[in-house]
């Protein structure tokens, strides 16, 4: 079975600093999504960033990036340019591609919590 | 364009008692998938409807049961509730074929007392 495992369960940042969150993942499959969600207290789970496994080159988003590392089963994600708006908790989710009828179900780790202070 | 909605957004119920939570997809998503997280946890997936049929299921009992609508809306039913049924329900769309990641919904609080 597919775990995800978030080894940091709190994390700090001065505002406009960088921050890497961390996440590592287990599945036997070679073809397969990486997500980070970002759930404020609004309890909404956001998407971030969306990594394709098959793609070599790193997914990035405005002000977020991640570094993929396949054979690590590595995959952080990276905020510069930190924001008050950016304080959430922040989920690693793994998805397993879709089979027929079925859509790929996801799997999350525990989530970091992200402080932003000003 | 409306997002994922669920109904209520809390709800209290005693241990022994059913409850039935709603979801109204996307527009234009065909796919709902239920998550219970509990506090402190990440979400859990409970199970997937398509077509009106489930279609994946996660480590979770029969308590659990659900239904999809020709309109593509989904019900979650949990029966003779149990204090560790007390949770965040999040509700999850999308359309199969997509690849992409899915839309959620605000969640349903439920309180077990």
């Known amino acids: 079975a597919q775990t995800v495992t978030q080894s940091q369960p709190e994390m700090s940042v001065q505002e406009a600093e960088t921050v890497t969150l961390s996440c590592t993942y287990d599945t036997s499959e070679s073809d397969y999504y990486l997500f980070w969600y970002k759930q404020p207290p609004s309890r909404q789970m956001i998407l971030v960033i969306r990594q394709e496994a098959y793609k070599q080159q790193n997914a990035t988003e405005n002000r977020f990036s991640v570094n993929f590392q396949k054979a690590a089963k590595s995959f952080s994600l990276k905020i510069s340019d930190s924001q008050l708006g950016d304080a959430a908790m922040y989920f690693c989710a793994y998805r397993n591609r879709d089979r027929g009828s079925t859509l790929g179900r996801l799997y999350f780790g525990r989530g970091t919590q992200l402080t932003v202070w000003p | 364009d409306a997002g994922v909605t669920q109904s209520p957004t809390h709800l209290i119920k005693t241990r022994g008692q059913q409850v039935t939570l709603r979801c109204s997809p996307k527009?234009?998503?065909?796919?709902v998938s239920w998550y219970q997280q509990a506090l402190g946890q990440g979400p859990q997936f409970i199970f997937q409807?398509?077509?009106?049929?489930?279609?994946q299921r996660g480590n979770f009992p029969d308590r659990f049961s659900g239904h999809q609508f020709p309109n593509y809306s989904s019900e979650l039913n949990v029966n003779a509730l149990l204090l560790g049924d007390s949770a965040l329900y999040l509700c999850?769309?999308?359309?199969?074929?997509?690849?992409?990641?899915?839309?959620f919904g605000s969640g349903t609080r439920l309180t077990v007392v």
């Open positions: 999850a769309s999308s359309f199969l074929g997509a690849g992409s990641g899915y839309t």
């Open positions: 527009s234009g998503h065909d796919t």
């Open positions: 409807y398509y077509e009106e049929e489930e279609r």
